[in-house]
């Protein structure tokens, strides 16, 4: 099993989550998130006072998928989140060793 | 000047209140207008004056910031029909401080006059501009002083700053007497406020990680609807203030609009040309240091002279808020210093440039052949000016004795006065 944690635009949200739906994916957990990479911050002046805002808003995706699938799921997101300027965000996929589900206790890809 | 005349009026009549009476009734086109302009002015400060700073205080201290301007608003009400009219506007005891012939309203009936309004009317107009000029000093403080210490400087300050200042410009003290011309309260209001703000701020201190982390305001949003509310309730301010409903309340009412207008547009362009973004803040500031500089002026000068008035005032507040404070090192957070006292400076001298005779025989400035307005004017902003700074400052160390200190500890002031001090929170946004 892999995760795939992807940091997108928030508004890009929807575009990945219908693009997931269309290659079977029925579940996902998402947090909102701040941070910055190339993409730098921006400026914010009140009253002469200057203030930069590092941090920028993104979401993250969380997706568990057989191993089998991982590659498709990374690619779909790749292209429902690309606008092509700097801050689409990052795609990471990490091995995941068991999953439960907690209702009937079924592990491994059948809890997913 | 207006309120001088219906002074003038009073004193009398409140000597024979029964002969008053029998001879004429209020004028009701007058009583009318002053009765609006009251609900006008009182909207200022629980509604306009507490989003505009509301808005521009940090989230976690919106709502501390409106409780002090509802509560200054209260309590100043209160001390104004108990003691605080009569300081003001009592028999003058040598044109420094009103006696104590009205305290408690004493000698004041329903068929008692002031000119032409019942003296009923008069003192509540009067009562909204003690409310106003005590909030006004909050803002150089939020972020930072503890509830009770407000409540108890409210209440010091409004007795010993306020009401002694209304006196020497409007209850015949030695301001008026000598000729400074304030139509609505540059010196009583703007200055007064804008200097007692600059030492409460240098005597609390500045606030923690001031300048060096960021302090967005919680929403500017707020500040422009409460920048508007001010706007729409400077008309009752300023036109009010000629207690009468005339020629040159509507002259008043003209050179308000056109000065904030101009002020707003000032402030953006100077903004747009230095940092390159016309922010909405900007505009609302620029509204506001219109307003303050065209107070003292409104019932004195031509609409020509408001263009003036109103152009300068959002350069003047512009660059004292943007370049001056940095330079001097004072953390007056929201700038009730650097826009009511340094645009109430350049108000009160520019009544002395362009007060003309042509719009109110009562005041003629410089460009109107009268150099000696101008120096009249130096005084009386002076005057003002040292009584609020020495003022202050002496209330200010009452309250601290009185109240243990007047800053909020190091934790409350991180974790933010609405929830340690009021036990709310301002928003509730569910953001998934």
């Known amino acids: 099993m892999k995760k795939i944690e992807a940091i997108v635009k928030p508004f890009k949200l929807d575009d990945v989550k219908e693009a997931l739906n269309e290659i079977g994916i029925q579940g996902m957990t998402i947090t909102e998130v701040k941070g910055y990479g190339r993409q730098k911050g921006h400026k914010e002046i009140y009253r002469g006072a200057e203030y930069v805002v590092d941090f920028i808003p993104k979401v993250k995706i969380e997706v ?3 191993a089998d699938q991982a590659d498709a799921v990374v690619a779909k997101i790749r292209e429902a ?8 965000g990052k795609i990471f996929v990490v091995g995941i060793e068991e999953a439960v589900r907690v209702r009937t206790g079924e592990t491994g890809s059948d809890a997913l | 000047m207006m309120k001088m005349r219906s002074l003038l009026w009073t004193t009398p009549m409140l000597l024979f209140p029964a002969a008053a009476m029998a001879a004429e009734g209020p004028d009701t086109g007058d009583t009318a207008w002053i009765i609006v302009s009251t609900a006008l002015v009182m909207m200022m400060t629980p509604a306009g004056l507490a989003l505009f700073y509301g808005g521009l205080a940090r989230y976690k201290n919106l709502l501390n910031t409106i409780a002090m301007t509802m509560v200054a608003y209260c309590l100043a009400s209160v001390i104004w029909v108990l003691w605080g009219y009569t300081l003001a506007f009592g028999t003058s005891m040598g044109g420094l401080v009103g006696g104590f012939d009205h305290l408690f309203l004493s000698g004041i009936s329903v068929n008692s006059l002031s000119g032409t309004i019942p003296t009923y009317v008069f003192l509540l107009f009067q009562m909204t501009f003690a409310c106003i000029t005590v909030a006004l000093v909050l803002g150089s403080i939020v972020d930072r002083m503890k509830f009770s210490a407000w409540i108890v400087f409210t209440i010091l300050w409004v007795t010993f700053i306020y009401c002694p200042v209304a006196h020497w410009a409007w209850g015949g003290g030695w301001m008026g007497a000598m000729g400074a011309l304030d139509f609505a309260g540059g010196t009583v209001v703007h200055i007064n406020a804008g200097v007692a703000g600059l030492v409460l701020s240098i005597l609390l201190g500045k606030r923690l990680g001031y300048g060096k982390e960021a302090m967005f305001p919680s929403s500017i949003t707020l500040t422009a609807l409460g920048a508007a509310l001010l706007w729409f309730g400077w008309f009752g301010f300023n036109a009010g203030s000629q207690l009468a409903a005339d020629g040159v309340a509507a002259s008043a009412f003209l050179v308000t609009n056109t000065s904030a207008a101009l002020g707003a547009l000032a402030w953006m362009t100077a903004e747009w040309m ?9 505009l609302a500031s620029g509204v506001v240091a219109g307003l303050v500089a065209i107070t003292p002026a409104a019932g004195f000068v031509s609409m020509p002279g408001s263009l003036v008035i109103g152009v300068m005032a959002g350069l003047i507040g512009y660059f004292s808020v943007a370049k001056l404070k940095g330079m001097l090192g004072y953390d007056d957070s929201l700038d009730a210093f650097g826009v009511h006292g340094l645009c109430g400076i350049w108000g ?11 719009v109110n025989e009562a005041g003629m400035g410089l460009f109107y052949g009268n150099p000696g307005q101008l120096w009249i004017q130096v005084v009386s902003i002076l005057g003002t ?29 991180i974790e933010g006065l609405d929830n340690a001090q009021h036990g ?3 928003f509730e946004i569910q953001s998934v």
């Open chain 1, 81 to 88: 989140a690309n606008t092509g300027k700097l801050g689409d």
């Open chain 1, 64 to 66: 568990v998928v057989p």
């Open chain 2, 348 to 358: 009160a001298l520019a009544t002395g440039l362009f007060a003309s005779p042509a």
């Open chain 2, 424 to 426: 709310e929170r301002a």
């Open chain 2, 385 to 413: 000016a040292a009584f609020s700074a020495i003022g202050t400052l002496v209330v200010a160390l009452v309250t601290k004795m009185i109240t243990g200190g007047l800053r909020v500890v190091e934790e409350v002031e």
């Open chain 2, 274 to 282: 230095t940092t390159g973004k016309p922010t909405v803040l900007g």
